[in-house]
């Protein structure tokens, strides 16, 4: 579970985030969904300790992430806007370093690569080089990773930009079970089919703050809208966001 409470950073004097609060809990995907540039990665970096909120509180499964960074990076699973993989290292191995990092002892480290190389489908690449690796490839690669050590809450940056249809399914299916397993879901993305496919809960940002919050059916009811797509164009206020 995450609970954030009035979580504010700026850089410089552009004020990404501007007093932002929501709940993200467990057995649920909780949907970031908002204009490029609205705050949305920002949001992801403070939570998972990458960059420190100037003002404002985070505690994930009731833990300050600042406070206990190590131990709260057990608790997580992160799949950031830049995938990051080590281009020498292959699949498997990118996974497995990982793994060790977190302490995962190498028989039971080795099982849970090739479940998880089944359950995403890389079974085709998982030796090689990730060196010219497609962008599904890629996504998948930082997935296994993001989660070989089973984690409770996993945040995931706009995953399937760049994907084709048929890993967009593959990796929408895969969040549904972490979801059916009781896995706390954070999911950023601009993308209105993901929300619609996947959110138990939508948060809107708009320009650093939260512009509206609810499952789909609130969001409607909210914008007085018929589509989900009118409906985020009617609560962030303009179509103007669209293009920023």
Same mark, same amino acid.
């Given at each position: ?13 552009? !004020?990404?985030? &501007? ?20 705050? !949305? *990665?920002? *949001?992801? =970096?403070?939570? /998972? *300790? ?7 509180? #985070?505690? #994930? ?11 709260? !990076? ?7 806007? %830049?995938?990051?993989? /080590?281009? =020498?290292?292959?699949? =498997?191995?990118?996974? &497995? /370093? ?18 998880? %190389? ?10 090689? &080089? ?38 967009? &399914?593959?990796?929408?299916? /895969?969040?549904?079970?972490?979801? !059916? ?5 954070? @999911? ?15 948060? #809107? ?17 909210? %914008?007085?809208?018929? *589509? ?6 009617? @609560? #962030? ?8």
């Amino acid at each position: 579970m995450i609970e954030v409470e009035n979580l504010t950073k700026s850089f410089g004097e552009v !004020k990404a985030v &501007r007093g932002v609060s929501f709940k993200a809990l467990d057995g649920k995907i909780t949907g970031l969904l908002g204009p490029n540039g609205a705050g !949305k *990665t920002t *949001t992801l =970096r403070m939570l /998972y *300790t990458l960059l420190e909120p100037d003002s404002g509180s #985070i505690k #994930i499964d009731g833990l300050n992430p600042h406070e206990h960074a190590l131990e709260v !990076k057990r608790k997580l699973g992160v799949v950031p806007d %830049s995938r990051g993989l /080590y281009t =020498r290292l292959s699949a =498997r191995e990118n996974i &497995r /370093y990982f793994g060790q990092l977190h302490g995962m002892a190498a028989p039971e480290l080795d099982v849970r690569i090739d479940e998880l %190389s089944e359950i995403l489908g890389m079974q085709k690449f998982i030796d090689r &080089r990730t060196d010219g690796f497609s962008q599904g490839q890629r996504v998948k690669v930082a997935i296994a990773r993001a989660v070989v050590h089973s984690p409770q809450t996993i945040l995931l940056d706009e995953p399937t930009n760049g994907l084709d249809v048929m890993t967009t &399914r593959a990796l929408r299916h /895969y969040l549904l079970e972490l979801k !059916k397993a009781g896995h706390c879901v954070v @999911l950023s993305t601009h993308i209105m089919q993901e929300v619609a496919a996947l959110c138990d809960h939508i948060i #809107i940002i708009a320009d650093g703050q939260i512009a509206a919050a609810g499952n789909a059916d609130e969001l409607l009811q909210q %914008s007085g809208c018929e *589509t989900l797509e009118d409906a985020f164009v009617n @609560l #962030i206020g303009t179509e103007e966001g669209l293009l920023s």
